[in-house]
């Protein structure tokens, strides 16, 4: 088995399949989201390197498909997914993917980039709502990133519910078809919320884990490595390698069982905050 083999496995046999978490792709980024930013031209040789490892660039409605059992993986798959909609995405960032006939998921949050809407996040350039149908003309799958972009386990059922549903039919009207596939925001979920990603009607959800999805990992709870305005092409090799993180399904670790009870605390003393 060579090195950059994606059918590798970890002890328990479970394959590696790196899906990679962007947000922006920019030269100077509010100071907010810059950890979480990388610049184009690290952006084009992380994508060089995706193309470079052989893998099978797949949207996350084909690993849905795969979890529900409807239609396999190729043997050597990498998924490509944006979270929020930032303005870069439907300009520079999405002719760098189609460029190297690349495909990706892109998680809109509606309040973001709809004229007049709200969310938590603060203040940066954001593509528009309209902007939605020309990323599918680039080849782009469009999923859901909730209304306001908030930590969706602490909310009530109520909350949570119109996050998750208002989100979604606002994207389905701009597209004119069903959106089945979510994010959620900071990744964070539980039980609970995946439960009511179900009842919405998604067919998936993907969180963040900094971890490698494999073959078992859960579709409602699929992991994904999220890049950092440090990760270099190195990092981008070792992913496709399927070195470099750790493989999902796994539990939730206390520490993280722990912060999810804090913060829901705090969600009650203070109301919906930016997890940022």
Known sequence: MTRGDATATTGTGRSRIPVLLY????????????EFTVTPRQFAAHLDAVVASGRTPVTVGALADHFAGRVPLPPRPVAL????????????????????????????TTGAITPGGRSLLPPA??????????????????GGHTVSHPQLDTLTAKALRRELTDSKAVLED????????????HGYNSAAVR?????????????????LSSHTDDSYRIARL????????????????????????????????GW??????RAVARGPVFAG
């Open 23 to 34: 947000h922006a792709v920019m030269d100077d980024p509010p100071a907010w989201i810059a």
């Open 174 to 185: 701009a597209l004119g078809h069903a959106v089945a596939h979510l994010a959620y925001p």
């Open 125 to 142: 350039p954001m593509m528009t709502l309209d902007g939605a149908k020309l990323l599918e003309q680039y080849g782009m799958e469009i």
């Open 260 to 265: 999810r009870l804090y913060r829901r605390a």
């Open 226 to 257: 999220i890049v950092r305005r440090t990760h270099t092409a190195a990092d981008v090799e070792a992913w496709m390698a399927g070195e470099g993180a750790r493989v999902a399904p796994y539990r939730d670790s206390a520490a993280t069982v």
């Open 81 to 108: 997914t944006f979270d929020d909609g930032f303005a870069d995405l439907p300009g520079p960032t999405a002719d760098a993917l189609a460029a190297r006939a690349l495909p990706a998921t892109a998680y809109l």
């Open 195 to 211: 439960r009511a990603a179900r009842a919405a009607g998604y067919e998936s959800a993907v969180a963040v884990r900094h971890a």
